[in-house]
C-alpha cells in the first residue's frame, strides 16, 4: 500500500473512477497477482518446463512481460519511499546467497534462465503490494484475483474434467478424482485454496462480510477436495494460532505459538532423522513414522549435504540431475532419488543447493525478520487485520514447507503467496495503512 492517512472520497462515477491513476494501478495489481498464480499454461497436468533446452517460449515471453509490467509500474505509480523500504538487508542478503547459488550450478546458464523467473515473481509480488493505496484497493485486488482463479478452477472441473482433476491414467493413479483446478498438482491446488480462505477471513473482519464469506466457504470447499489432510490441518491450525491472541488482546501470543509450532514441525520432522535422541524415541514409539517415505530422501539428502556444507550443490543442480540418475538404488529405499524432483522439505532443500550458511540466512529472512515484522504492526484496523492475513500465509507455508518444497521454485504459486506475506508483514509493520472516509 502506497500511501498513509486518511484518504478523501470524490464524487466520481464508477467508471471512471477506475481510470484515475489510483484505480489503474490498482487494476495493474490484480491483474498481475491473477495471471502469476493462473500461470501462462493453465490446466496442463504435467506443467510447462519453465528452463531447459530452449526454453519455453510461453513463459519466457509471459514472465518477461511481468517482469517489464511490474518495473515500469514501480516507477509510474508506486511511492518511491515504499518502494525502498522493501530492499531491507536480510533479503538483500538471501538474495545475494541465491545469485551465488545460481553461479555454483553445474550449469549456470541453465540455472540463470531458472532463475530468471524466480526473480521475477518476487519482483511481481513486491509490485502488487505497493500499488493498491489503501486496504480498500488491496481488498479489491483479493476479491479479483480469488474470484478468476477460484471460478476457472470450478469451471475446470466442468468444461476440463481430465486436467483439472488427476485420473487413474496419469503418473499418480492414487490421487484420482482429486481436485487440482488450474494448477499442476493437488499438492499446489490445497495451499492456494488456504491462502485464498485466509484472505477470505480478511475481507469478512474488515467488512466486507458477503464477499469475505464467499471466498472463504469457496475456498475451503476446493481445498477439502484436493485430498490434502496436512493443508485441512493446518489452516484452522494457523487461523486459531493468529486470530485467537488478536481477540483476547494478546498479540504476543501469536509470535510465541509460531515459533513454537515452527520448532515443533522442525523437530517433529527433521528431527527424527538427525537429532539422536529423537531419533531413538521415535524408533521406539513411532516405528512406521516416515511421512510417506520422506525420511528416506532427508537421510540421503543429510548425507550429501555434509559433503558439500557450506557452498550446497548449486541452484537446479541436485535433483533430478545426472548426479543422481548414475546413483545406485537399493532395493529396500521406498522411494527411487534418481525420479525425485525435490527433497520434500524446503528448508533441507535450501541447504542442499545453497549451503548451511544460506539456511540461517533463510531461518532469520523467513520466519524471524516476520516475528519482528508482526510485532512492529502499529495498533490500527487495517494494519491489524491485514497483518493477520498475512502472518496467516507466512506460518502456514512455513510449516508445508517441512513436508514440500517450494522455496525459490520459480514461478510456484506457493511461493509466491509466501514471498507476498513476508514482503507484506515488512509493509504493514513500516507504516498505517490508509483508510477511506466516506462522503
Excluded at 491472541?245 to 538427525?274: D, E, H, Q, Y
Excluded at 487495517?382 to 512455513?398: K, R, S, T
Amino acid at each position: 500500500m502506497s500511501n498513509t492517512g486518511s484518504l478523501r472520497r470524490t464524487e466520481r462515477a464508477p467508471l471512471s473512477a477506475a481510470f484515475t491513476r489510483e484505480g489503474v494501478a490498482t487494476a495493474i495489481a490484480a491483474l498481475l497477482f491473477t495471471v502469476i498464480l493462473v500461470s501462462f499454461r493453465p490446466f496442463q497436468p504435467a506443467g510447462a518446463a519453465l528452463t531447459g533446452e530452449g526454453g519455453d517460449i510461453v513463459n519466457q515471453l509471459g514472465f518477461s512481460s511481468l517482469g517489464a509490467i511490474s518495473i515500469f509500474s514501480l516507477m509510474a505509480f508506486a511511492d518511491p519511499r515504499v518502494v525502498r523500504s522493501l530492499l531491507n538487508p536480510s533479503w538483500m542478503l538471501m538474495l545475494g546467497c541465491f545469485m551465488l547459488s545460481v553461479i555454483m550450478a553445474t550449469d549456470p546458464s541453465s540455472a540463470m534462465r531458472a532463475a530468471s523467473f524466480t526473480l521475477i515473481g518476487i519482483l511481481t509480488m513486491a509490485t502488487i503490494l505497493v500499488l493498491p493505496r489503501d486496504g480498500e484497493a488491496f481488498s479489491k485486488v483479493i476479491i479479483f484475483t480469488a474470484i478468476v482463479v477460484m471460478g476457472l478452477s470450478y469451471l475446470g472441473l466442468i468444461a476440463f474434467p481430465h486436467e483439472a482433476m488427476h485420473t487413474a491414467d496419469s503418473q499418480e493413479p492414487e490421487h484420482a478424482g482429486l481436485w487440482r483446478g488450474v494448477f499442476t498438482h493437488k499438492n499446489i491446488a490445497g495451499p492456494i485454496m488456504a491462502c485464498f480462505s485466509f484472505a477470505g477471513l480478511y475481507l469478512y473482519r474488515r467488512g466486507q462480510r458477503w464477499w469475505g464469506a464467499i471466498i472463504f466457504c469457496a475456498a475451503m470447499i476446493f481445498m477439502l477436495h484436493t485430498g490434502s489432510k496436512t493443508t485441512a490441518g493446518l489452516v484452522p491450525f494457523s487461523i486459531l494460532i493468529v486470530v485467537l491472541p488478536s481477540l483476547i488482546g494478546m498479540r504476543l501470543g501469536t509470535p510465541i505459538l509460531f515459533a513454537a509450532a515452527i520448532i515443533a514441525t522442525a523437530v517433529g520432522t527433521l528431527g527424527i532423522v538427525f537429532l539422536a535422541p529423537v531419533k531413538h524415541l521415535a524408533a521406539i514409539y513411532l516405528p512406521d513414522l516416515t511421512y510417506t517415505g520422506r525420511t528416506t530422501l532427508w537421510e540421503f539428502a543429510g548425507d550429501m549435504l555434509a559433503k558439500k556444507p557450506w557452498t550446497g550443490y548449486g541452484y537446479e543442480s541436485f535433483w533430478g540431475t545426472p548426479l543422481l540418475l548414475n546413483q545406485d538404488q537399493p532395493f529396500d529405499r521406498p522411494w527411487d532419488i534418481r525420479t525425485i524432483v525435490h527433497g520434500h522439505d524446503g528448508y533441507l532443500d535450501i541447504a542442499v543447493l545453497m549451503g548451511i550458511p544460506a539456511l540461517c540466512v533463510a531461518v532469520y529472512t523467513f520466519l524471524i525478520a516476520p516475528l519482528r515484522d508482526y510485532m512492529r504492526i502499529p495498533l490500527r484496523k487495517e494494519n491489524i487485520y491485514l497483518g493477520d492475513f498475512f502472518m496467516m500465509v507466512v506460518l502456514f507455508a512455513a510449516l508445508n514447507a517441512f513436508l514440500e518444497s517450494f522455496f525459490f521454485h520459480r514461478g510456484d504459486p506457493v511461493w509466491l503467496f509466501f514471498v507476498l506475506g513476508v514482503l507484506g508483514l515488512r509493509q504493514v509493520s513500516l507504516r498505517p495503512i490508509a483508510v477511506r472516509r466516506p462522503s
